[in-house]
């Protein structure tokens, strides 16, 4: 068991993926911090390493089949195409409706709750920032990565892509960040008494943001990008 605290986050769920599920409950970053070994993250959010892995082998030991199949077993460029059309698919619908939400809920609620100031603010800026990271993947690394797979670009090329993938990482951490800030200003996307359907819709939205956008940050730091810099898809 002191193996798994050694090891990082990201490689844990790349292993199982069910996994996620845990993290995620005990809001510990498997994504954008997917580097720091599990005992670490637990210590950085103040939680027992123990029931995290008590938890991981009530999971591993579950015989539930996952919906997600094995991407290190996959073609990059098949993963490059599910990223598409499950998580850049989902933004671009997600996005615009949850921007209508949000303006909406601060105009009738922002005179008695003043957060939602900050919340439509923080919610634009993650707007603003998908959208340009999205075509960023979608009309220069992606295409580079499937070309390097097809062998149209020679595996030392690879070594050009360096500069993107930090690009799209630090893009990654920042959007973390912002969906941290978000669901503090939220109080853990828990709508206040009271709170109508829109307000109580909004931040149900919210949540699964952020859920979709974790996985789907994982998909690319601990899988596609390791694999993109490696020049292979073994």
């Given at each position: 068991?002191?193996?798994?605290?050694?090891?990082?986050?990201?490689?844990?769920?790349?292993?199982?993926?069910?996994?996620?599920?845990?993290?995620?409950?005990?809001?510990?970053?498997?994504?954008?911090?997917?580097?720091?070994?599990?005992?670490?993250?637990?210590?950085?959010?103040?939680?027992?390493?123990?029931?995290?892995?008590?938890?991981?082998?009530?999971?591993?030991?579950?015989?539930?089949?996952?919906?997600?199949?094995?991407?290190?077993?996959?073609?990059?460029?098949?993963?490059?195409?599910?990223?598409l059309n499950q998580h850049h698919e989902y933004l671009r619908n997600a996005l615009p409706h949850?921007?209508?939400?949000?303006?909406?809920?601060?105009?009738?609620?922002?005179?008695?709750?003043?957060?939602?100031?900050?919340?439509?603010?923080?919610?634009?800026?993650?707007?603003?920032?998908?959208?340009?990271?999205m075509y960023k993947e979608e009309n220069i690394l992606f295409p580079a990565i499937k070309r390097?797979?097809?062998?149209?670009?020679?595996?030392?090329?690879?070594?050009?892509?360096?500069?993107?993938?930090?690009?799209?990482?630090?893009?990654?951490?920042?959007?973390?960040?912002?969906?941290?800030?978000?669901?503090?200003?939220?109080?853990?996307?828990?709508?206040?008494?009271?709170?109508?359907?829109?307000?109580?819709?909004?931040?149900?939205?919210?949540?699964?943001?952020?859920?979709?956008?974790?996985?789907?940050?994982?998909?690319?730091?601990?899988?596609?990008?390791?694999?993109?810099l490696a020049g292979t898809s073994n």
């Open positions: 068991m002191s193996i798994l605290l050694e090891t990082p986050v990201g490689q844990l769920v790349v292993d199982k993926p069910d996994r996620a599920h845990i993290f995620q409950r005990f809001q510990i970053d498997y994504c954008c911090g997917g580097a720091q070994p599990l005992g670490q993250a637990c210590v950085a959010k103040n939680v027992d390493p123990q029931i995290i892995l008590s938890e991981i082998v009530n999971q591993d030991s579950r015989a539930d089949v996952n919906s997600e199949p094995d991407w290190t077993k996959a073609t990059m460029s098949a993963l490059v195409d599910n990223i949850l921007g209508e939400m949000a303006e909406k809920v601060y105009n009738v609620h922002g005179e008695s709750h003043p957060e939602l100031l900050n919340v439509l603010q923080t919610f634009a800026g993650i707007f603003q920032e998908l959208d340009s990271h390097l797979e097809q062998g149209t670009i020679p595996p030392a090329a690879a070594a050009q892509l360096f500069g993107p993938v930090s690009v799209m990482e630090a893009e990654h951490a920042a959007v973390g960040a912002e969906l941290e800030k978000l669901r503090s200003l939220t109080n853990n996307y828990t709508p206040p008494d009271g709170a109508c359907n829109t307000y109580r819709g909004l931040f149900a939205g919210l949540e699964e943001l952020e859920r979709d956008l974790h996985w789907h940050i994982h998909k690319e730091n601990n899988i596609l990008f390791p694999r993109a």
